[in-house]
Every structure is written in C-alpha cells, then in structure tokens.
C-alpha cells in the first residue's frame, strides 16, 4: 500500500510534467522521466520517445514549433501495485497554438506507469491517449 507521502508525490509528479511543459522548462520535464522512460504519443499520430535523450529532443521540436499551449489536468487516479511501482490515469484539456496547425484543442487520457527511484517517483511510461479526435480551433 502507498503511503500519503507517496501519494502526494505521485500527484506532484503530474503537476510539474505539465507546469514544466506549459512553462518550457524541457530539461525539468525530463527529468521526471526515468532514465529510460517512455514518452509515447503514438495514438496521437506521433512519436514514441525512450530515454532522456529522445524525450528532450521531442521537447525541443514542440518548443520550436509551439507557440502558446495550456495543460488543464484532472481527475488523477492512483492505482498501485506496490511501494516501489504504481499506476495511474489522468485527464486532460490541452490547449495549443503551433506554427504548423495554429489552434488545436485535445482532450486527453494519460495512461501512466509510475516507478520509484533513489531521486524520487518518476514516470516509467505515460502513454497519451485521445478522448475526442483533435479539434482544429483555428487553422495556422
């Protein structure tokens, strides 16, 4: 069973992934990858990345190409399996402006894989899943 302390630092660890996003603070937001964690946006019509290193490469191109975005997250469900790994769901209305797309709103599943570390609780694999087919708000 998961203490309160790993609970709020579960709950903490998906805030900061989209305060580090929003706020393009990349290297932060890798950080709260596991070393050879996997990002995967596949069912979005994207990459999977695995490791740091490609993680923060796919962060890099976002930054390049958004222009503003928003991650409004809710209702996050911890679901556990021992003190050392978890998982969990949460949702999301994602709120971009892109270069490439201009506007786009996405509402979002995170399928999360949870993994404790000696630097903490960190994301093993959040896989990204849509709710609703993308909206195209206004084109580029």
Known sequence: MLS???RFALEELVNRYSYHLDLWQVNMWVEL?????TLDESALGMGVYIGHQAIAAYGSELQADVLHVVHLMMNHVIL???TTQASGCVFAL????????GHTRYYIRYEDAY????????FGKRTILP???PQIVSPA
């Open 94 to 101: 994602v709120e971009a402006m892109t270069r490439s797309s």
């Open 4 to 6: 309160w302390e790993d």
């Open 131 to 133: 709710m609703f087919p």
């Open 33 to 37: 990858f596991a070393e050879q964690g």
């Open 80 to 82: 556990e399996s021992d």
């Open 115 to 122: 993994i404790k570390t000696p630097s903490g609780w960190r």
